[in-house]
T-cell receptor, first 107, second 117 residues
Framework: GIQVEQSPPDLILQEGANSTLRCNFS?????LQWFHQNPWGQLINLFY???GTKQNGRLSATTVATERYSLLYISSSQTTDSGVYFC?????????FGAGTRLFVKA | DAGITQSPRHKVTETGTPVTLRCHQT?????MYWYRQDPGHGLRLIHY???????DKGEVSDGYSVSRSKTEDFLLTLESATSSQTSVYFC????????????????FGPGTRLTVL
């Protein structure tokens, strides 16, 4: 099956700093999504991005499908950005999640 | 926010007892999913449904069964709970799946924390 690897596994930032999270996947995929799980456990969909670039406020994402990776950019980080960021891809009808990047933003 | 609720939100049960978790949606989405989340494993798909009475297995389906008799409800049953099924269970929905398109965006419920003693 498709393998999804995320890096780094853990990240600590000072408030205001920028960061880049990476997601590599082992095979062609139809879909790719980025999720944020906040410290209370709620999962929020950030981007549906099988290819190209999208932006939403301080967050943006780029997927290069031909090279099998996606990047999530967080600019001017805030403490509310803390949590775990997951990348998920579709292999057919089944969604495979990466293990996530745990982000802590210090005030 | 998508209208997805899960019940119960917390449950403690004993090994060998049956347990049913419920997912209810108000979005009329065709696809529904059950995931479990464990430390070190991220989220793993247990079962999914692509319509009423249409279900299929995911990555970790052993020990679980599902049913979908109505569009809005997707039930996950542990016939005889084991300690290895202690986990947080998430339900998700999407308009479409498999092919490309933003309808594949998945929206998650709040989760159910299950402890099997």
């Amino acid at each position: 099956g498709i393998q999804v690897e995320q890096s780094p596994p853990d990240l600590i930032l000072q408030e205001g700093a920028n960061s880049t999270l990476r997601c590599n996947f082992s095979d062609s995929v139809n879909n790719l999504q980025w999720f944020h799980q906040n410290p209370w456990g709620q999962l929020i969909n950030l981007f549906y991005i099988p290819s190209g670039t999208k932006q939403n406020g301080r967050l943006s994402a780029t997927t290069v499908a031909t090279e099998r990776y996606s990047l999530l950019y967080i600019s001017s980080s805030q403490t509310t950005d803390s949590g775990v960021y997951f990348c998920a891809v579709d292999g057919g009808f089944k969604t495979i999640f990466g293990a996530g990047t745990r982000l802590f933003v210090k005030a | 926010d998508a209208g997805i609720t899960q019940s119960p939100r917390h449950k403690v049960t004993e090994t060998g007892t049956p347990v049913t978790l419920r997912c209810h949606q108000t979005e009329n989405h065709r696809y529904m999913y059950w995931y479990r989340q464990d430390p070190g494993h991220g989220l793993r798909l247990i079962h999914y449904s692509y319509g009423v009475k249409d279900t299929d297995k995911g990555e970790v389906s052993d020990g679980y069964s599902v049913s979908r008799s109505k569009t809005e409800d997707f039930l996950l049953t542990l016939e005889s709970a084991t300690s290895s099924q202690t986990s947080v269970y998430f339900c998700a929905i999407s308009e479409s799946s498999g092919t490309s398109g933003s309808g594949n965006t998945q929206y998650f419920g709040p989760g159910t924390r299950l402890t099997v003693l």
